[in-house]
């Protein structure tokens, strides 16, 4: 087994850095180069990362927490963007952002570290960017409460406007108000006028997608459910539908925007992303699945997504 400070200061000069670096460094296979790094942060020596580089994650000293940042490259679209906010804000408030936005700060743990504060009885949970130090986001988050308290400016005093005065009144002589008859309505005239209705103008029935085992399904579930489609928009064929559907209820058809998805594990980026185009069209969202969801999927439905309704199709 090579020495650990050998190990340490290859790292140093390279790192972070992939077990397939320390394995050809070593002339060992990946295995032995997995298990010394494994042992080397077992011991708190080096750190690893969240954010994975082809499936692994890299192994970094303490001091090199900055180097992280290179991994930017490796982060999906959605996560980039909260990595961007973070970075720029240094610290960022959960209860004010979106809820995609939440679920990208919780996935970009190494770059993202969450603050519990208590308010009142209430506890909050506030992001830091993982290169401000505690202190100076502690120096921010309060900053947040006192913009809160700052109290409203004095609107200025408005000087009443002076009411006019009236016009003394002409006396005009009175005019003989002209009456003239109106026609009677007949009775077929009456019972014809009370027929009359608006005309109703027929919703045209949207295009279905043939040959399409997803739209068979939920359109099965539909039937079944006595729920109206409205619209349809196939986003892959097979796999993604969206929809707009009206939804029998107590009070009457409920106009819903659904989300059908045929994936064998739903995740919380599912759940959020058929959330915010729910939000940006104003209604209420139904998601339909062939799948299961993941735990962080069950635990952010219960906590994040409560006004979502998931059913499996």
Same mark, same amino acid.
């Given at each position: ?11 140093? !000069? ?23 790094? /494994?042992?080397?942060?077992?011991? +708190?020596?080096?750190?690893? /990362? ?5 499936? !692994? ?19 999906? *679209? ?11 804000? +240094? ?20 770059? =993202?570290?969450?603050?519990?504060? @208590?308010?009142?009885? @209430? ?13 100076? =986001? ?7 409460? +006192?913009?809160? *308290? ?12 002076? $009411?006019?005065?009236? $016009?003394?009144?002409?006396? @005009?002589?009175?005019?003989? $108000? ?9 009775? %077929?005239?009456?019972?014809?006028? &009370? ?8 919703? =045209? ?6 040959? #399409? /085992? ?5 359109? %099965? ?7 109206? &489609? ?11 539908? #969206? ?5 029998? /209820? ?9 989300? =059908?998805? !045929? ?9 959020? !992303? ?6 940006? %069209? ?12 993941? %735990? ?5 439905? #219960? ?11």
């Amino acid at each position: 087994m090579q020495d650990d400070d050998q190990i340490l200061r290859f790292i140093r !000069s390279k790192g972070p850095i992939l077990p397939v670096q320390l394995a050809g460094e070593l002339k060992k296979d990946m295995i032995i180069a997995g298990a010394v790094l /494994s042992n080397l942060a077992g011991s +708190r020596k080096i750190l690893i /990362s969240n954010t994975k580089v082809g499936g !692994s994650p890299v192994y970094y000293l303490p001091e090199q927490a900055y180097r992280l940042q290179d991994l930017y490259k490796y982060l999906n *679209e959605k996560d980039k963007r909260a990595y961007d906010l973070l970075k720029q804000r +240094r610290v960022l408030r959960d209860i004010t952002l979106t809820p995609l936005l939440r679920v990208s700060l919780r996935n970009i743990k190494d770059f =993202a570290k969450p603050v519990e504060v @208590t308010v009142g009885r @209430t506890k909050e949970i506030f992001w830091r960017w993982y290169m401000t130090s505690p202190q100076d =986001a502690e120096t921010i988050i309060k900053s947040f409460f +006192r913009e809160q *308290e700052k109290p409203e400016p004095p609107k200025p005093a408005v000087a009443p406007k002076p $009411e006019p005065k009236p $016009e003394p009144l002409k006396e @005009t002589a009175p005019q003989k $108000e002209k009456i003239e008859p109106r026609p009677a309505l007949v009775p %077929k005239e009456q019972e014809e006028f &009370i027929r009359q209705k608006p005309e109703q103008k027929k919703l =045209a029935e949207p295009e279905e997608p043939r040959n #399409d /085992s997803l739209h068979a399904k939920t359109k %099965k579930f539909f039937n079944n459910k006595h729920i109206i &489609i409205r619209s349809i928009e196939v986003i892959r064929k097979n796999s993604e539908i #969206d929809y707009i559907v009206d939804v029998p /209820s107590t009070v009457g058809n409920i106009n819903y925007y659904c989300k =059908a998805k !045929s994936k064998k594990k739903v995740n919380d980026a599912d759940l959020a !992303s058929a959330f915010v185009k729910g939000q940006l %069209k104003k209604l209420p969202v139904l998601f339909l699945t062939v799948g299961d969801l993941t %735990k962080k999927a069950k635990e952010m439905l #219960d906590e994040e997504f409560q006004n979502l309704k998931l059913k499996k199709i």
